[in-house]
C-alpha cells in the first residue's frame, strides 16, 4: 500500500526519544521530511542525525518547551520556512508525575495542564493556518490507554488524557471541510522509559523488583509481552497518511488486547 508520505512534512513534538522518536522515524521510514521538537538540544541533534543516517531524509530539530507558547509558535514558523508546509501533526508529550489525588496541589495541577493538555491546542491552533490554506492536514494526538480506562496511580494523566478526547471530537466536526483529520492513539504498555520508570515506581510501592512488576503486567496483556515502540508507530503513520481517508474523531488505542473497556 502506498501511503502518499513521500514528500510530506511532519513535525513530531516530544521526539528526540521514546515514543515520539520511533514516530519520526517511520515517517522517515516512509519519504516524509521530519521536523522534530522536544527541550533537549542535545537528545534532538543526535536523534536527527540518526534518522537522517537511517533514512537519507531530511531531518529539522528544533528546541521547544511545550509549555511556552512561545516556543511552540517559533517551531511552527520554522518548520514551514524551512518546509514550506505542515502535512502532519503529532501531538505528543512526557506522562505527568505518578500519584493519587492527596499527593498533588494546585503547581503539579497546572504544570500537567500546561504540559499534557494546553499545549496540544496551542499546537494545533498554529498549525491550522496552514492546513486550512492548503485544504489537508492530519493532526494525531498521543495520549495513553486511560482513555478509555483509567490507571490506578495517575491521577493527573487520567485526568488531561482524557480531556484529550473531547477537543479532538470537538475539533473533528469543525475542522472536517478543511480536508483535516484529526485522531487521537493511545499506548498500553509499551517498552519505553517512561513505562520503565512507571514499573520502577510501583516495584518500590509494593516492595517487588521490577522485573516482577513487568511480569504481572504482561500477565494481564492478551499478547504476553510489552509492545515496541516502531509497532505503535506504524498506527499513528497510517493515521497522518493518505491511506487514511476516512478516520477522523476517533480514539484508538495499540495495547494487545490489555483494555477491557469498549
Known sequence: MDLGLKGKVALVLASSKGLGK???????????????????????????????????????YCVCDL?????IRSLVTETVARFGKIDVLINNSGGPPAGG?????DEDWQHAFELNLLSYVRAI?????YMRKQQQGRIINITSSSIKQPIDNLILSNTFRTGIIGLAKSLSQELANDGILINTVGPGRI?????AELDEIKAQKLALSSDQVKAQAESN??????GEPEEFAKTVVFLGSGANTYITG????VDGGMTKAF
Not at 191 to 195: P, Y
Open 191 to 195: 517498552s519505553t522509559e517512561r513505562t
Open 250 to 253: 476517533q480514539m484508538i488505542l
Open 101 to 105: 489525588f492527596d499527593a498533588f496541589g
Open 125 to 129: 491552533r498554529e498549525v491550522l493556518p
Open 67 to 71: 509549555k511556552i507558547v512561545e516556543d
Open 221 to 226: 496483556i492478551p499478547l504476553g509481552r510489552y
Open 22 to 60: 520511533a514516530i519520526a522515524l517511520k515517517y522517515a521510514e516512509e519519504g516524509t521530511n521530519v521536523m522534530l521538537a522536544s527541550r533537549n538540544e542535545v537528545g534532538l541533534k543526535e536523534t536527527a542525525e540518526e534518522l537522517t543516517r537511517q533514512t537519507g531524509v531530511e531531518i529539522g
